[in-house]
């Protein structure tokens, strides 16, 4: 359990507390690039880090990011006109650049400089992967861009989702970080009655047979590997036939997740905080597929009875047709005799558990079991970073510009060898890892390179 003085630290995110001077560090989604389609189009209301902005797209296509409210006597500029490389508040005229300079006062005389010392507060932006990223930190401690792979990642496939959470970002991260709730939150009771497809041996398992370990095994163990970004974790498993299944999940700090698939995975799953009280859940493709051969056969909910975005691949905002306000549509029937939930929605079913926990969960109350390993660590990492950047100013952990390769973090599901040990997968010491670069044309780089 947290005291509630670490509980509060970990969950509070606006400006001047110390989780919300961590996250300040980071490149940080704020919105979708979809979000913004077309030059001078309607800006776009922004919340962030709890931060009320506005961002709005130029004549030339460039983003800004800005305070929403305007310098001058507070009128939201979101009602603002977007024209001719600015955005003009509503209320007097003034117009705002995207770098928020105040570039007309048409209000004020002709000869007054007074436009030349009014600046909107304004945040720095990159486009990458289909999503506006954000830098809110002090300007002096701002690194390079973080490249999960998006930066190379062509056009077409580029795909990126969000989806609103109403609940503390913490909360959406822990069920990330849990691979044992997929045996229970998750579970299906025919997925225990499917057949031995002939994939429960050492190598890649189907996609199906997975359901079934899943089922087969609901208490896995539970191994944590320190990281220079986070750590990996992996959720072993015995199948039916006495072999071992790995899971092996990533985090990222401080908020990115990629989780297990067959033969590994690059694909991000992050959380990102509106406020203290709500959050989105951005999930984005990083890099070209990392499955070409086709390991795993059909794909994982093809064989589940649940709906989720996931089986859709369709980029913007998810609609949530799954609610608090609608019980998020459980049928208790089905509850009895289908699934283990009752909820028809995969990634609904993850948002009624952390939202049922309310805004902020008090950890101080909690009671802690093996299963938690992976979210005591993320626990730590917050925590120690909020902690030390606080005490003396050292800089949070798994930032850009020192030498590290963000685009070798994968995650991986595989049937263990005998004696093989989990760490190596989804590293460049992965054959499938290597398989998968080899089809694209690319190739890992020779030791001493």
């Known amino acids: ?67 929403e409210n305007c310098p001058h006597r507070g009128a939201s500029l979101f009602f603002g006109r977007n024209e001719e490389c600015g955005l003009r508040c509503p ?21 007054s400089s007074f436009k030349d010392r009014v600046k909107a507060r304004s945040y720095p932006v990159h486009e990458s992967g289909g999503i506006i990223w954000t830098y809110m930190g002090p300007a002096e401690t701002m ?40 045996s229970w939150l998750h579970g299906f009771f025919a997925a225990g009655e499917f057949e031995d497809d002939g994939t429960d041996k050492p190598g890649y398992p189907s996609n199906k047979a997975t359901w079934r370990f899943w089922s087969h095994d609901q208490a896995p163990r539970i191994e944590v590997e320190n990281t220079w970004y986070g750590y990996r974790y992996a959720g072993l498993r015995t199948t039916p036939n006495g072999h071992t299944n790995v899971r092996i999940t990533e985090y990222i700090a401080p908020y990115s997740t990629i989780i297990a698939a067959i033969p590994y995975n690059t694909r ?27 390991h795993g056969g059909e794909p994982l909910h093809s064989f589940s009875p649940f709906e989720t975005p996931f089986t859709r691949r369709v980029g913007g905002i998810t609609p949530r047709e799954y609610t608090a306000e609608n019980g998020y549509k459980l049928d208790r029937d089905v509850q009895r005799t289908e699934t283990f939930s009752g909820v028809a929605d995969f990634v609904s ?55 590290h390769d963000f685009t070798k973090i994968r995650a991986a599901d595989k049937i263990l060898e005998d004696g093989e040990d989990w760490r190596h997968l989804g590293t460049d010491d992965d054959p499938a890892v290597q398989e998968a670069l080899d089809s694209i044309g690319r190739s890992l780089p020779v030791a001493g390179d």
């Open 1 to 67: 359990m947290l005291s509630h003085a670490d509980n509060e630290t970990l969950c509070r995110v606006g400006p001047g507390t110390p989780m919300g001077e961590v996250l300040r560090r980071y490149w940080t989604p704020a919105a979708l690039s979809e979000e913004l389609p077309d030059p001078d189009c309607t800006p776009l209301r922004v919340t962030l880090l709890g931060e009320k902005l506005v961002a709005f797209r130029d004549t030339t296509g460039k983003v800004g990011l800005i305070q």
């Open 91 to 111: 209320y007097h005229g003034w117009k705002f650049d995207t770098e928020g300079n105040c570039v007309d006062m048409p209000s004020e005389p002709p000869e």
């Open 143 to 182: 690194t390079p861009f973080r490249d999960f792979g998006t930066e190379s990642l062509p056009p077409e496939k580029t795909l990126a989702t969000k989806l609103y959470a109403d609940c503390n970002w913490i909360q959406t991260m822990e069920g990330n970080l849990d691979t044992a709730h997929i």
């Open 268 to 294: 991000h799953l992050m959380v990102v905080p509106i406020d203290d009280h709500s959050c989105w859940r951005y999930n984005f493709d990083a890099q070209v597929d990392a499955n070409p051969q086709g």
């Open 349 to 403: 079913q993850d948002l009624m558990v952390t939202e049922s926990m309310g805004k902020i969960y008090d950890r101080s109350t909690e009671q802690l079991g093996q299963l938690d390993k992976a979210v005591i660590r993320m626990r730590r990492i917050l925590l120690g970073a909020a902690k030390a950047l606080q005490a003396d100013g050292t800089p949070p952990p798994a930032l850009a510009g020192d030498g």
